[in-house]
């Protein structure tokens, strides 16, 4: 998409994402913990716009990008993935070992694998 390729993209989603998080905490009663963790996300937008001339950054905030850094993007996502996936498993074993309901783990564990699934298929049929 031609939004997601402007070096404004991700530093306006991280002030957006930052705010909604403000939101959320002050609705929880936390504002102030609301402003560290939208400073947080902010602060990181503001570190993306004014990242200079790395040529990570600019990968990041979508100038810059070419075939290597989507590779470079897919096995990222992948290993962030696994990490999740990992520790949401991990995490629903251990409340089933506490005899506890392993609660939104086990949907999210779900989530995961059904998601995993249907790209391997519409992968295969798509290659």
Not at 7 to 36: H, S
Not at 60 to 80: C, K, N, Q, S, V
Not at 107 to 114: D, F, P, R, S
């Amino acid at each position: 998409m031609r939004i997601t390729r402007t070096k404004w993209f991700l530093p306006l989603f991280a002030v957006a994402l930052g705010f909604v998080v403000f939101i959320a905490q002050w609705i929880g009663g936390d504002p102030r913990g609301g402003l560290v963790s939208f400073a947080i996300v902010a602060g990181f937008g503001l570190l993306v716009l004014l990242g200079g001339r790395s040529e990570t950054i600019r990968g990041l905030r979508g100038d810059g990008r070419d075939e290597r850094f989507r590779t470079i993007d897919i096995h990222a996502t992948a290993i962030a993935g696994l990490a999740v996936i990992g520790a949401i498993i991990i995490a629903s074993l251990v409340e089933l070992a506490r005899g506890h309901d392993p609660g939104p783990y086990g949907w999210l564990a779900a989530v995961g694998g059904i998601a995993y699934l249907a790209a391997v298929i519409v992968f295969r049929i798509r290659g």
